[in-house]
């Protein structure tokens, strides 16, 4: 089925002044053949300056041999011309400011009614596939608050793209081939010896003290009875390592679900080296060069007690963009984690994805560099790799950090946020800050009922919109149409109800600029500014009786506001879609 297409203002008038660049280039008042990608059309930094701002004139005047203001003087003449504009300025040292006539404003919001939900879908992604990995927690315990901002921004992430037009795979990579998940078994070990009825003492040090695997521990008394109770290590271990990697991933999902994220795919990080993925991509460098063996330099600025020069199997990285050449093998011979890394985000490229994100936590932020530059070597250049830093979350309860899971034992998971506030508080707060900002998320904050609190800002205004259309109908008993399909929109005029018309135009701009740029947080931080329109324009209402959204004696006029309320409830729903949170109808105490 196609998808319908959003009217967006702003790309539709760039098109527009691409082709009056192009009209002039035949008429030789321009020089043909003008590069105009860099030409672009967005909102003015203040709405006193008009409707659209182009720097056109800008970024053509070097090539075109002009005079910034010289250049903007001529494509302003020709784009006061253009239907639907009012007048042209030229503003500071060449931009072009736009005023549109209110009908074109009128038929975004036409357009608005007339889609519902789907309006801001758009083609640029052009079904370009698109790779997103995120989460790919390593399988050895319940999800942490640290995870849910990952896991929301890969999700919301995914969604945005999707509505943008890209092919969006969500994956998940579990790292199953590292000693982490031999300490993951022999913990569950010991919990299958305390099921079977064995006194195990403190859990010592350095593995899992975690309530979560007594249930997998319970499960392998079960199955296995006492056949592994006195057994050496060496019998045991495999069999049980994998057994319990299915038990976390189990619950992985579990919690994900929770939170409303599925992914489409999973891929196993011990299947690759079992595939033997690894030594051939790395044989494939090798080949090229781009693997040899040398002896690294100590740290810059320090040179660490323990540090001893040794030869090394070494990937240049630095031909890449990365800072040194980095390590392939560890001391005992084995890959490093990087090597089975490398292999991995050649698997995605041979999938088909030239496009990959990875979403990873704080503590990876200095591992980019190689990582990028591997993609660049092992796709020679053909897949780009975007890695998105989620830094880290301070759960607090009126200011103070709040305590541990009994649980978990070490931390605060997932699950138990998601019991606290819900899911959908959960996702909308992790997307009120940029991903590379750090983020406190207060228990007591983020319930309150105050426009502090950006969830309940953007929740009621929703509600508030399906409240004034219940006032309606008990105001008017003509007002049956919910869509107000009928609604005449030439009503409305006034300079606030604009405004408000503009801001919702908007929205198929801030989706494609939020899906190219990867920055859903974007998406929350409009919908909170179209809320605090909403709501102001509610709040002129009561103290400027003709701006109220239902009209005594008027249903026309009222007809063609609630259309305007209409058009508010759905520009929201849309995002919070988008988001992954469900809007509501009504808000109780």
């Not at 305590?403 to 009120?432: C, H, N, Q, W, Y």
Request: glycine share 8%; hydrophobic share 40%.
């Amino acid at each position: 089925m196609e998808r319908l297409k959003s009217v967006n203002i702003f790309s539709d008038f760039r098109q527009k002044i691409v082709l009056t660049i192009e009209q002039l280039a035949a008429d030789n008042e321009l020089p043909k053949d003008l590069d105009s990608t860099r030409v672009s059309v967005d909102a003015p930094r203040e709405a006193s300056f008009g409707d659209l701002a182009t720097n056109a004139a800008m970024v053509l005047a070097k090539p075109s041999g002009m005079k910034p203001r010289d250049l903007a003087s001529v494509l302003s003449e020709k784009l006061t011309e253009l239907e639907g504009v009012v007048s042209v300025d030229i503003a500071g040292p060449g931009f072009i400011n736009i005023r549109l006539d209110h009908d074109v404003w009128r038929g975004c919001l036409a357009d608005i009614l007339s889609t519902g939900t789907a309006y801001g879908d758009s083609d640029v992604g052009a079904d370009e596939p698109v790779n997103v990995e995120f989460v790919s927690a390593n399988p050895t315990g319940p999800l942490h608050i640290g995870h849910a901002r990952g896991s929301v921004f890969g999700d919301v992430l995914a969604s945005l793209l999707q509505k943008a037009g890209f092919s969006v795979t969500r994956e998940y990579y579990i790292n199953d081939a590292g000693a982490q998940v031999d300490v993951l078994a022999r913990s569950a070990y010991l919990r299958y010896r305390e099921a079977l009825g064995d006194e195990i003492g403190d859990i010592p040090e350095g593995l899992y003290p975690g309530d979560y695997l007594r249930p997998v521990g319970a499960a392998l008394a079960e199955q296995f009875g006492d056949r592994f109770r006195d057994a050496a290590e060496t019998d045991w271990l495999s069999e049980v390592r994998l057994i319990v990697i299915d038990a976390m991933m189990d619950l992985v999902r579990e919690d994900l679900a929770a939170l409303g994220i599925r992914h489409d795919v999973f891929s196993s990080e011990r299947q690759i080296v079992e595939a033997g993925k690894v030594d051939t991509v790395l044989a494939g460098l090798t080949e090229r060069g781009l693997i040899y063996n040398g002896v690294l330099e100590p740290p810059k600025g320090k040179k660490p007690d323990d540090w001893e020069p040794r030869p090394q199997t070494l990937f240049r990285a630095t031909e890449f963009g990365d800072e040194v050449d980095r390590p392939l093998k560890k001391s005992d011979g084995s890959w490093t984690y990087f090597a089975s890394d490398i292999a991995y985000h050649q698997d995605k490229f041979a999938r088909g994805f030239r496009t990959q994100i990875d979403v990873w936590g704080a503590d990876h932020g200095g591992y980019v560099k190689r990582m990028s530059a591997a993609t660049k070597a092992v796709t020679e250049g053909a897949a780009s790799l975007d890695v998105k830093i989620c830094q880290i979350v301070k759960l607090l309860d009126q200011g103070e950090p709040v305590k541990m899971s009994k649980r978990a034992g070490t931390f605060v998971t997932l699950r138990d946020l998601i019991d606290e506030v819900g899911p959908d508080v959960v996702r909308f707060i992790m997307l009120t800050r940029s991903n590379d900002a750090p983020l406190d998320f207060d228990l007591t904050k983020v319930t309150e009922q105050s426009r502090d609190n950006p969830v309940f800002y953007v929740q009621y205004a929703h509600a508030r919109c399906h409240s004034v259309a219940r006032m309606a109908r008990d105001a008017f008993t003509e007002l049956e149409d919910e869509n107000q399909s009928d609604a005449e929109l030439c009503r409305l005029g006034h300079e606030a109800e604009m405004a408000l018309i503009k801001l919702m135009a908007q929205w198929p701009r801030i989706v494609e600029s939020a899906a190219q740029a990867h920055e859903p947080h974007r998406i929350a931080y409009y919908l909170y500014d179209l809320a605090a329109a909403f709501h102001g324009l509610w709040t002129k209402g009561k103290e400027e009786t003709e701006l109220r959204f239902i009209v005594e004696n008027d249903v026309d006029l009222t007809r063609a506001r609630l259309a305007m309320v209409r058009g508010v409830r759905t520009v929201i729903a849309s995002g919070l879609q988008i988001m992954g949170v469900v809007p509501v109808e009504e808000l109780r105490g």
